[in-house]
């Protein structure tokens, strides 16, 4: 199993409709939890950490569920500029600091 | 948020030239950084750890001999690809944590080897 697992899609959503991307993690030690977005060609850029108490920024919901193992993203009103692929990635400490990326859901807005 | 820059952003080599690729961090010091790379169409993936002062930490896989890793200072890592061949071509990212663990990622050395 991988540490890090993701549906690599594509999704391929209509402008304006709500998407939900979910990261399942292996490492119950993990400690940090993150969103990132890459788009073609580019490096990853960081959309939003994810906090146990769930957080939000203006169309974009990021919750942690420890218990389950799993990191979600959601997405409301989608924009064609929100046509991407988003990275879930996962800190652990086992000695020093490991850094595993999920292998990205690809989305893609459609007008 | 941080900065963290590559040089160069491009470059085009000959098989079997060395290649050396600099990640810096420009307004913060880093102790730790990681070099990945990535393939057209494929995931990111981790390569090596760089670690300030001491040895690098290398990914299953990754031949240590062939990526030269050096973290001479705390805002400075390179990485050599020795003896480049083409399948050695592909984008090639550093990125340094900041202080709540995320990355953050310098833009990128695309390589390719002719």
């Known amino acids: 199993r991988k540490e890090v697992e993701q549906d690599p899609g594509p999704f391929n959503v209509p402008e304006g409709a709500t998407v939900a991307f979910n990261c399942t993690y292996s490492?119950?030690?993990?400690?940090?939890f993150f969103w990132y977005r890459q788009d073609c060609r580019k490096e990853p850029k960081l959309l939003m950490s994810v906090y146990s108490s769930g957080n939000e920024d203006g169309r974009f919901t990021a919750q942690l569920n420890r218990a389950s193992q799993y990191i979600s993203l959601l997405i409301r009103d989608s924009k064609l500029s929100d046509s991407a692929t988003y990275l879930c990635?996962?800190?652990?400490?086992?000695?020093?600091?490991?850094?595993?990326f999920g292998t990205g859901t690809k989305l893609q807005v459609i007008p | 948020g941080a900065v963290v820059s590559q040089h160069p952003s491009r470059v085009i080599c000959k098989s079997g030239t060395s290649v050396k690729i600099e990640c810096r961090s420009l307004d913060f010091q880093a102790t730790t950084m990681f070099w990945y790379r990535q393939f057209p169409k494929q995931s990111l993936m981790l390569m090596a750890t760089s670690n300030e002062g001491s040895k690098a930490t290398y990914e299953q896989g990754v031949e240590k001999d062939k990526f030269l890793i050096n973290h001479a200072s705390l805002t400075l890592s390179t990485l050599t690809v020795t003896s480049a061949h083409p399948e050695d071509s592909s984008f090639y990212i550093c990125?340094?944590?900041?202080?709540?663990?995320?990355?953050?990622f310098g833009p990128g050395t695309r390589l390719t080897v002719l």
């Open positions: 990125s340094a944590p900041g202080s709540s663990g995320e990355q953050f």
């Open positions: 490492n119950s030690a993990s400690q940090s």
């Open positions: 990635v996962v800190n652990s400490l086992g000695g020093y600091q490991k850094v595993t």
